[in-house]
DNA sequence: TACAATATGATAGTATTACTATTATATTTG
DNA sequence: CAAATATAATAGTAATACTATCATATTGTA
């Protein structure tokens, strides 16, 4: 049986050509979630990633203008990409509790297996959210980005899991902050628990993340 | 009457000649400061910082390695007077619960006079934390920077605060979880209602991130 | 005061980055 | 098969992130 095939599709103001058409454009994707990785977002340039691929500095600028737009067209995958395994895994739920358990688990755990979305390796991708993608908005021309809509599918999953909490307890004052807080916070432990674990309370596996952010918002919610 | 002046060391493996100690270093840190927050970390140089304060970049270089190590130092600088700070106000506290309330409070406000530690201002330096300080462990060295103390002042404040919170609530499993997402949370929390505020809830002033840490922190580790 | 040590300044030079522009050569499509 | 489009190759520019050298101040000490 044909497994089924889901296509992120990502808007238009995120590339120059859109890199899913075309052989090269996909290659670039998945050459770069590597690169990025293992060198790091400073030491990764579009010269290296040719030299890679195969291919020509010069024909990597047709797809992105900068190596930030293509870390911003990454993040946006991502988002999308968790957008959709969202609604998926609550669609059927009939308790808000449950909804919000599960949208806690999917934005706190860690991404182990790679659903072999075509050419991105999901496992590496997650990793570059965690390391990098802070940098992106991170930078002196966010509001103009921002209007651009660079954001948008990370403001719309914060969305959609405000209005759960809100389901929950509509007199909550603070339903985007908690959830920010839950995204940011969530990335920033498990960078830590790997590389300065004296900020966090890990044990093997760091799994007490996903444990410790469930109850924080559960606790935080709950009318007293 | 004289003005109680305090002076925050910090450790010399963070700087390659002391810029506390001329008057050339400490017009680096002062205009560093300046610039880093009006440029950006990126488009910020020792170039532009040397024709800023009327000196060679070939001197800046004998006082910092590189722009990332002085951000480092002035990362360590905020966490060590921020350390003073908490020290000072908790000092004559009798209640645990006091304590951390000045310590959430002084963790997540908005730092908005300057105390005139001559020749800093810490303002503006603050501003730097929010916006720029995760690019300083953001970067494949981290560990190796780890191991030189590079993030020990910032990890010493966690430490203590934890403390605190143990103080309440012995048998609270994450209290450095806690107070970590309490920090990168606010700093985010102010970075996000000036930037994009659909992933908070503002209302004018920003002052209800104060409040909404520290009723999560009390809910959080309190016993159930 | 003189001399030495140290700090700073000026200049030059290198490799790399982050592009832009142009032209040639494939490849696809009508 | 011609036309359109995509990619490759090459060259070039300004800026960055340094390093090295040498000259000139400034300061500290015998």
Known sequence: MEKLQ???VISKELYTKNPDSSELGRKIICASIEMIDTLGFEAFTFKKLGARIGSNESSIYRYFDNKHMLLVYLINWYWSWIEYKLVFDTNSMQSADNKLKAAILLLTEKVDVDNSFSY??????????????????????????NEKGFYKTYKRVVQRISDIVLEINPDFEFPHMLISTVIEGSHHQRYFSEHLPSLTDVTKGGNNIVRFYTDLVFKTIKKC
């Open 6 to 8: 889901i296509h992120i």
């Open 120 to 145: 991105i390796n999901e496992v590496t991708l997650h990793r570059i959210i965690i390391s990098e993608s802070s940098k992106a908005y991170h930078t002196k021309a966010v509001d103009i980005e």
